[in-house]
Nanobody
Framework: VQLVESGGGLVQAGGSLKLSCVAS????????ASWYRQAPGKERELVAS??????TNYADSVKGRFTISRNSANRLSLQMISLKPEDTAVYYC???????WGQGTQVTVSS
C-alpha cells in the first residue's frame, strides 16, 4: 500500500497547518495509523496515533495542539494549531500493521 502525505509548508509560530495522508487502498478503517516526525539531527518520533476504532494517543509535546483524525477509509489527517519552531520537521504517515511509510511532508515553523 502507498501512503502519500501533503499539506506541509512554511508557517509562522502560532499558525496552523493541516496535514493529509492518502492511502492507495482503504486501510484506515481496518488498521490503526500514526503520524511521526523527524527533525534534522534527531530520531524519528511518534507524534500521534489512532486505532482502528477511535482511540487516539499523542506525544506530550503536542497534546492540546494536534488532532489526528480518520476522515475516510483511505484518508488520515493531522490538524496542527499553535505551531512552535520546535515542531519543524518532516512529518510521516505510518501504518504499523502493513509496515508502510509515506514519503514525508516538510513542516517549517518560523519564529
Amino acid at each position: 500500500v502507498q501512503l502519500v502525505e501533503s499539506g506541509g509548508g512554511l508557517v509562522q509560530a502560532g499558525g496552523s497547518l493541516k496535514l493529509s495522508c492518502v492511502a492507495s487502498v482503504n486501510i484506515f478503517t481496518i488498521y490503526g495509523a500514526s503520524w511521526y516526525r523527524q527533525a534534522p539531527g534527531k530520531e524519528r518520533e511518534l507524534v500521534a496515533s489512532i486505532s482502528s476504532g477511535h482511540s487516539t494517543n499523542y506525544a506530550d509535546s503536542v497534546k492540546g495542539r494536534f488532532t489526528i483524525s480518520r476522515n475516510s477509509a483511505n484518508r488520515l489527517s493531522l490538524q496542527m494549531i499553535s505551531l512552535k519552531p520546535e515542531d519543524t520537521a518532516v512529518y510521516y504517515c505510518y501504518c504499523r500493521d502493513l509496515g508502510s511509510w509515506g514519503q514525508g511532508t516538510q513542516v517549517t515553523v518560523s519564529s
